[in-house]
Antibody, heavy 119, light 111 residues
Framework: QVQLQESGPGLVKPSETLSLTCTVSGGSISGYYWSWVRQPPGKGTEWIGNVYYDGSTNYNPSLNARVTISVDTSKNQFSLKLSSVNAADTAVYYC?????????????WGQGTLVTVSS | QSVLTQPPSVSGAPGQRVTISCTGSSSNIGAGYDVHWYKQLPGTAPKLLIYLTTSRPSGVPDRFSGSKSGTSASLAITGLQAGDEADYYCQSYDSSLSVYVFGTGTKVTVL
């Protein structure tokens, strides 16, 4: 079965760029939609954006200006870049899978990685 | 953006039935978009519990069921067990905001 694993720095300085990678194992990244979701401590769950295996993307309008999601089918990975971060971007970041025919629900999820924005 | 509202907490004794509501609007649940539900244990990732409003993934017991009416959806848990203690979230799509939206979350406590 497909498994996802996030990787990247756990600490990012304000105004810098947060970069995370999600490695997909147990299946091919091709043919599916892939997403990033975050949960700030004590706050609501927020969809960040998604990428199709062909590289096409959709982003949350509230983050659109700062977000880039890309895919590397040769490595079975997709990545998140969030620029100009501030304390409000501190959250547990999850990568998750959508479906072949579109993104409707998220399953499975990676274990999540806590990213703290602090100097 | 938590445009889907859930009660902060629900509780019940072992064996009882509890329901969790998820209230949306005419641009998400009321527009006909499916509702999905997740269970999240502390320190772990959300896990899919119900998809397409009423369907259960393989391995999820039939004690869990979903329904939808108008601009709201509900998750019912029957035969409540200690292992059901967790946070539960609904999720849908909002066409007005063009985002996938999650509920505010409900903590289920088994008394």
């Amino acid at each position: 079965q497909v498994q996802l694993q996030e990787s990247g720095p756990g600490l990012v300085k304000p105004s810098e760029t947060l970069s995370l990678t999600c490695t997909v194992s147990g299946g091919s990244i091709s043919g599916y939609y892939w997403s990033w979701v975050r949960q700030p401590p004590g706050k609501g769950t927020e969809w960040i954006g998604n990428v199709y295996y062909d590289g096409s993307t959709n982003y949350n309008p509230s983050l659109n200006a700062r977000v880039t999601i890309s895919v590397d089918t040769s490595k079975n990975q997709f990545s998140l870049k969030l620029s100009s971060v501030n304390a409000a971007d501190t959250a547990v970041y999850y990568c998750a899978s959508g479906q072949r025919e579109g993104l409707r629900w998220f399953d499975p999820w990676g274990q999540g990685t806590l990213v703290t924005v602090s100097s | 953006q938590s445009v889907l509202t859930q009660p902060p907490s629900v509780s019940g004794a072992p064996g009882q039935r509890v329901t969790i509501s998820c209230t949306g609007s005419s641009s998400n649940i009321g527009a006909g978009y499916d509702v999905h539900w997740y269970k999240q244990l502390p320190g772990t990732a959300p896990k899919l519990l119900i998809y397409l409003t009423t369907s259960r993934p393989s391995g999820v017991p039939d004690r869990f069921s979903g329904s939808k009416s108008g601009t709201s959806a509900s998750l019912a848990i029957t035969g409540l067990q200690a292992g059901d203690e967790a946070d539960y979230y609904c999720q849908s799509y909002d066409s007005s905001l063009s985002v996938y939206v999650f509920g505010t979350g409900t903590k289920v406590t088994v008394l």
